[in-house]
């Protein structure tokens, strides 16, 4: 009969303390410990000694004390402002989705875990929770939780809505580019009566792309038709473009849905409408829902780059929680339009671009 503990499987290495490894390798605690720690001063063989008996025993350190004694968690609280006021999950978006998934791993490569954090939540709620950092992705106008964390000093990664103050990074997309880009392709391909469809929160992105569709409308002396949702999910968005395209009067020529829903979805409501895409209506959706490339026809999609986001705004508050830096940091990243069939021209009779030359449009090349 030995005490050696046993060895193999989860359970029993939940049961090996460090003195096992001691024992197992002849060695005192002490430098056991200092061998798995990369510190102290042994020879080589010691320290490979040391870890190979805590290998063949299945040893593990103690993550949450070892954290604790150098003074962190590790631990970056998480949420989605944009959903404070709204019921849905923000897992159900496919950008949320990406943008935290990507959030998330890129973290934890520095050796950070996210805490998933509801929208309503205040300081009484995380206060008490050891976070290193915040995330706020897509907060709302003067979000109450943005204010908390900084008051609080904790280092924050959010929009570009918190530029220049101490302790903040932001990383955003250039939402002006974006939309000339998308609204240019759409003139080019002959259309002269864009529509946008938007969500109905307010945030610094979607009062960034009203502004722009607005300046843009009036440098092409078109009227602005612009529809807010009655709330986030494919549901909404789909009812805001059934309302659209049943309204009185001259519909319009082309459609950009920046409200996030399925391309398929959209398409559909279109498609119920009596319209054919693009022959009687170019289609554009901001969206990173795959399934876009998959329908009949294709559906052109704008790309806002949740990964990239994530990753940049990851690696500034690796920087800030590394340096100790309160200086506020920021970045922009590119969008992507990945063009097809939809915001095509058919250039046949009645098409988008015979319209657009029958009502004596120019045509305009890009801004």
């Given at each position: 009969m030995t005490d050696t503990p046993r060895r193999g499987g989860p359970a029993a290495a939940l049961r090996i303390r460090l003195v096992d490894v001691a024992r197992e390798a002849g060695l005192s605690k002490t430098t056991v410990s200092a061998a798995l720690n990369g510190t102290g001063r042994m020879s080589d063989a010691v320290r490979e000694r040391a870890r190979e008996a805590a290998r063949r025993l299945?040893?593990?350190?103690?993550?949450?004390?070892?954290?604790?004694?150098?003074?962190?968690?590790?631990?970056?609280?998480?949420?989605?402002?944009?959903?404070?006021?709204?019921?849905?999950?923000?897992?159900?978006?496919?950008?949320?989705?990406?943008?935290?998934?990507?959030?998330?791993?890129?973290?934890?490569?520095?050796?950070?875990a996210l805490v998933l954090l509801p929208a309503r939540c205040g300081p009484e709620e995380w206060a008490d929770l050891p976070l290193d950092a915040a995330i706020v992705a897509d907060p709302l106008d003067d979000d109450p939780l943005v204010e908390d964390f900084v008051a609080a000093g904790i280092p924050l990664f959010t929009d570009r809505s918190v530029e220049g103050r101490p302790g903040t990074h932001w990383?955003?997309?250039?939402?002006?580019?974006?939309?000339?880009?998308?609204?240019?392709?759409?003139?080019?391909?002959?259309?002269?009566?864009?529509?946008?469809?938007?969500?109905?929160?307010?945030?610094?992105?979607?009062?960034?792309?009203?502004?722009?569709?607005?300046?843009?409308?009036?440098?092409?002396?078109?009227?602005?038709r612009l529809v807010h949702t009655g709330g986030p999910g494919d549901g909404a968005v789909v009812a805001a473009v059934e309302d659209l395209l049943a309204g009185p009067g001259t519909g319009p020529d082309a459609l950009f849905v920046l409200a996030e829903a399925s391309p398929p979805l959209v398409l559909d409501a279109v498609h119920r409408a009596g319209l054919r895409v693009p022959e009687d209506l170019l289609l554009v959706c901001a969206s990173e829902d795959a399934s876009a490339a998959h329908t009949h026809p294709p559906v052109t999609t704008l790309s806002l780059r949740p990964a990239l986001i994530a990753e940049k705004g990851i690696e500034l508050l690796m920087a800030a929680l590394e340096s100790g830096s309160r200086e506020p940091t920021g970045a922009v990243v590119p969008t992507r339009l990945e063009l097809r069939a939809s915001s095509l021209a058919a250039r046949g009779p009645g098409g988008p671009a015979a319209r657009g030359r029958a009502a004596g449009g120019d045509r305009a090349g890009r801004a």
């Open positions: 299945g040893y593990r350190p103690n993550a949450t004390a070892r954290l604790l004694r150098a003074g962190h968690a590790r631990l970056i609280g998480y949420v989605v402002g944009e959903f404070a006021n709204e019921p849905g999950s923000y897992m159900s978006s496919p950008y949320f989705a990406q943008l935290t998934s990507a959030t998330a791993t890129a973290a934890l490569r520095h050796g950070y990383v955003d997309v250039d939402a002006d580019a974006a939309v000339r880009e998308v609204l240019d392709h759409l003139r080019e391909q002959g259309a002269r009566r864009p529509a946008v469809v938007l969500p109905g929160t307010v945030t610094r992105f979607h009062r960034a792309v009203t502004d722009s569709y607005r300046r843009w409308c009036g440098g092409h002396g078109t009227p602005p």
